[in-house]
């Protein structure tokens, strides 16, 4: 026996095998750590969704406080405005008093027997009333003799006549009055109806018979 012969049967030190192959099972020992590490990140989720909720109770406390104070002030605006409307009321009822004081002074004339100081006393009183009514916008219509207008005009009766146009007003039943540019009081009137007049066109540019347009 020689002695390469010897060293193959000598025994074999257990730190001289080989490493043995990885196999799927070795391969999938490491995966353990990551699925720790995994697990592990359940706690930031949580805080997360802590700080999340946290966020919209904040909100909704805010929310409440917007609308709670929006509330207030509806209802500040609201005494506000009333007050302003009660106080500007209470400056034009006083302006009106000096009105009240001297028809009282006419009634007290008429009941003495003075005719002439009624008759004065009447229309000083009806030059205060159109100064009382012009200072806060108040301001009479003039239709005599305009074409009606039934924005501005309520027909309330027709007059037959040839020495007037069609369709004119030539008498005020109940006088109409602007309040700051804008319609207050529609006018009630008497219109011309002129049998002589052409036929009135309409719309759809045709004549219609003058029953039709007064009717």
Known sequence: MNEEELTRDEPVEPQDLPEPAAG?????????????SGGGSTEPAAQRFSELEARLVDRDRQLH???????NFRRRAA????????????????????IVDNL????????AGEPASI?????????????FLARHGVAPMESVGQPFDPNLHEAIASITTDEHPDHTVLAIAQKGYFLNG????????????????????????????????HG
């Open 119 to 131: 008759v004065q006393g009447v229309e000083l009183i009806y030059k205060q009333i159109g100064e």
């Open 104 to 111: 009282e002074r006419a009634l007290a004339h008429a009941q």
């Open 182 to 213: 804008r319609v207050l009081r529609h006018a009630m009137v008497q219109v011309a109806d002129n049998p002589s007049a052409p036929p009135q066109a309409t719309t759809d540019g045709t004549s219609a018979s003058k029953e039709e347009s």
């Open 79 to 98: 005494a506000e405005k009333e007050e302003l409307v009660g106080f500007a009321a209470g400056r034009v009822l006083e302006s009106f008093l000096g």
């Open 24 to 36: 799927p099972a070795a391969a999938a020992e490491p995966a353990a750590p990551e699925r720790e």
């Open 65 to 71: 406080r917007l609308a709670a104070d929006f509330d």
